[in-house]
């Protein structure tokens, strides 16, 4: 992956942008919580979730992800660590918010993998693992929760190796389990780093150690647990395959570390290998040509489009990549898809928790722009060509449901907010030619609930979700007056979509196959390019 790429300029080459991905309750926001920490983004560990909580009280939905466990708001944080330069893309948690996720994980360069080490792979780590795969992204593990009775090591191993079909190197190895628990052995720099169980906050202590025959060792562990870890480590040394960065980067191998996230164990150790180890910011692929990260115009896309973060302002912040450059504040950058100059003046980082104006940024980046609904999912922004960035998965809509006001003087309000969301890319939104009332299409049953609490909370609009008559949809495409023609002879199955695109609507398989048939002259899709 790294190999014969041309060095990149120091500030580029220190900038690690990488995803946390992890099933609910694995510790993924405890973690976040520490790398802020030691980032020095946070002076105190807690800080995350105290602001998180004065944010949800703001809205329902935000009730709702707190009550069931699940984060639907997703950010970017960037905050340094010695030499480097983290950016750290939130995921949404939730497998019903696959989409989102899918398209975060298209502006990192590596993901860390956080697992339970009682539970071990759980689905929708295995999910989100698949996602990396398909674009090879490097990954790291984490195994957190040592600090209680977790698996074998060698199981914990041995589970990752034959679930995910990776190879697995240790790169710190656990001594004990459970209150039993003293710290880990880094096998990479031949360090004994102990966990301090009496302050949660409180670093590792380390020590440096001449390998496992250095009898210093004993002064730090009692015997039977150190003749357990030497034999242990042997084993490990004998069975398990070495860190290879290569076969890391080309997403073959994971290095893991043991670790307690809430007693900040293990967590400095995995954010040096991030540094160490992990990859710099990487080429991305537009349809026209690859783009290298230390090219000098600035390029970069949208993945990621959130509406109402702040409820007083009707904003909406597009999360915008930056695939190369240097960028300054008050650039006027090419938005690609209206050919129109976009001059970026209140640009913003996500430092820890708070926004900040972004004066400049470097490829590898993701800047926030504030806008009012010009930039879309997938839009590039450049300093004059005319790019057009792949690899932004678009899904297709598999629950359909109508949705009406609960006050249906409020029909306009309710237009209004979905086309929000539809362009947000948080649910496809068609308009039937016949009748009233929207239908609303989703890829998982619980975004329809997070929909109906965000428009009641944010727009102020109680609705209902019904069933709809239809359950797929179709877009249409051909010449225009084709399309005209086909939709004219087919209203009570047409629709539009959020861009004025057509739409055929059905519940019947047997439908589409015959339109398919007779149609020849038209093209029947299941998802939309996001252009
Ligand atoms: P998320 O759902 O993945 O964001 O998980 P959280 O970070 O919210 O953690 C889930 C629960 O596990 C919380 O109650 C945490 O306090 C707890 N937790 C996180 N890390 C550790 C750890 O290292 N040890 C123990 N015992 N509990 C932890």
Same mark, same amino acid.
């Given at each position: 992956m790294l190999d014969n790429r041309p060095q990149l300029p120091p500030e580029i080459a220190r900038r690690r942008t990488f995803a946390i991905i992890s099933h609910p309750d694995a510790g993924k926001t405890t973690l976040t919580e520490k790398f802020l920490l030691f980032g020095g983004?946070?002076? *105190?560990?807690? #800080?995350?979730?105290?602001?998180?909580?004065?944010?949800?009280? %703001?809205?329902?939905? *935000?009730?709702?992800?707190?009550?069931?466990?699940?984060?639907v708001s997703a950010s970017a944080m960037s905050f340094d660590f010695g030499a480097y330069r983290f950016n750290l893309v939130d995921t949404p948690g939730h497998s019903d918010f696959s989409e989102d996720t899918y398209r975060t994980l298209t502006a990192v360069d590596a993901a860390i993998m956080v697992i339970d080490g009682a539970k071990g792979v759980e689905s929708q780590t295995r999910k989100l693992f698949e996602v990396c795969r398909l674009r090879d992204l490097p990954i790291l593990t984490f195994c957190n929760k +040592?600090?209680?009775?977790? %698996?074998?090591?060698?199981?914990?191993?041995?589970?990752?190796?034959?679930n995910l079909a990776i190879d697995v190197a240790p790169a710190s190895w656990p001594i004990g389990m459970g209150r039993d628990f003293?710290?880990?052995?880094?096998?990479?720099?031949? %360090? =004994?780093?102990? +966990?301090?169980?009496?302050?949660?906050?409180?670093?590792a202590e380390t020590v440096q150690i001449a390998g496992l025959d250095d009898p210093k060792l004993a002064e730090h562990i009692p015997a039977g647990q150190l003749a357990q870890l030497r034999e242990?480590?042997? +084993?490990?040394?004998?069975?398990l395959p070495a860190f290879d960065r290569k076969a890391f980067l080309e997403g073959h191998m994971t290095p893991i570390w043991f670790g307690s996230a809430i007693n900040s164990f293990g967590v400095r150790e995995l954010m040096a290998g991030i540094g160490e180890f992990g990859p710099e910011p990487q080429p991305q692929t537009a349809a026209e040509r690859q783009i290298a990260p230390e090219e000098?115009?600035?390029?970069?896309?949208?993945?990621?489009? @959130?509406?109402?973060?702040?409820p007083k302002h009707r904003d909406r912040v597009a999360f915008v990549r930056l695939a190369s450059g240097h960028f300054e504040r008050g650039m006027k950058l090419l938005h690609v898809r209206s050919k129109k100059p976009m001059a970026v003046s209140n640009p913003v980082l996500f430092l820890a928790a708070d926004r900040e104006l972004a004066e400049e940024a470097w490829a590898g980046d993701i800047i926030g722009i504030p806008n009012h609904g010009q930039l879309r999912i997938g839009d590039a922004l450049t300093e004059g060509e005319?790019?057009?960035?792949?690899?932004?998965?678009?899904?297709?809509?598999?629950?359909?449901?109508?949705?009406?006001?609960?006050?249906?003087?409020?029909?306009?309000?309710?237009?209004?907010? =979905?086309?929000?969301?539809?362009?947000?890319? !948080?649910a496809k939104v068609f308009k039937p030619m016949i009748g009233s009332g929207f239908i609303v299409?989703?890829?998982? !049953? =619980? #975004?329809?609930?997070?929909?109906?609490?965000?428009?009641?909370?944010?727009?102020?609009?109680?609705?209902?979700?019904?069933?709809? @008559?239809?359950?797929?949809?179709?877009?249409?495409?051909?010449?225009?007056?084709?399309?005209?023609r086909f939709a004219a002879t087919n209203k009570q199955h047409m629709a539009t979509d959020h861009d004025g695109d057509t739409v055929y609507l059905t519940r019947l398989q047997w439908d589409i196959d015959r339109v398919v048939r007779d149609h020849p002259e038209l093209k029947l899709t299941?998802?939309?390019?996001m252009m």
């Open positions: 983004a946070i002076q *105190m560990a807690g #800080q995350v979730r105290a602001k998180g909580e004065a944010r949800r009280t %703001r809205s329902d939905y *935000m009730k709702m992800e707190q009550e069931r466990g699940i984060s +040592m600090d209680r009775e977790s %698996r074998d090591t060698f199981e914990i191993i041995d589970e990752i190796q034959e003293l710290g880990c052995y880094d096998l990479l720099h031949d %360090r =004994l780093e102990l +966990m301090d169980r009496a302050d949660r906050n409180r670093v242990e480590i042997e +084993m490990a040394r004998e069975l000098t115009p600035v390029t970069g896309f949208v993945f990621k489009v @959130q509406a109402n973060m702040d005319g790019l057009r960035f792949t690899g932004i998965p678009s899904f297709a809509p598999e629950l359909l449901q109508t949705v009406r006001a609960g006050d249906p003087m409020k029909a306009k309000h309710l237009e209004k907010a =979905l086309m929000q969301f539809a362009e947000e890319g !948080a299409g989703v890829v998982g !049953a =619980l #975004q329809f609930e997070v929909l109906a609490s965000r428009i009641e909370q944010e727009y102020g609009l109680p609705v209902r979700f019904e069933p709809s @008559q239809f359950t797929s949809a179709r877009w249409v495409s051909g010449e225009r007056e084709a399309v005209d299941a998802t939309k390019e």
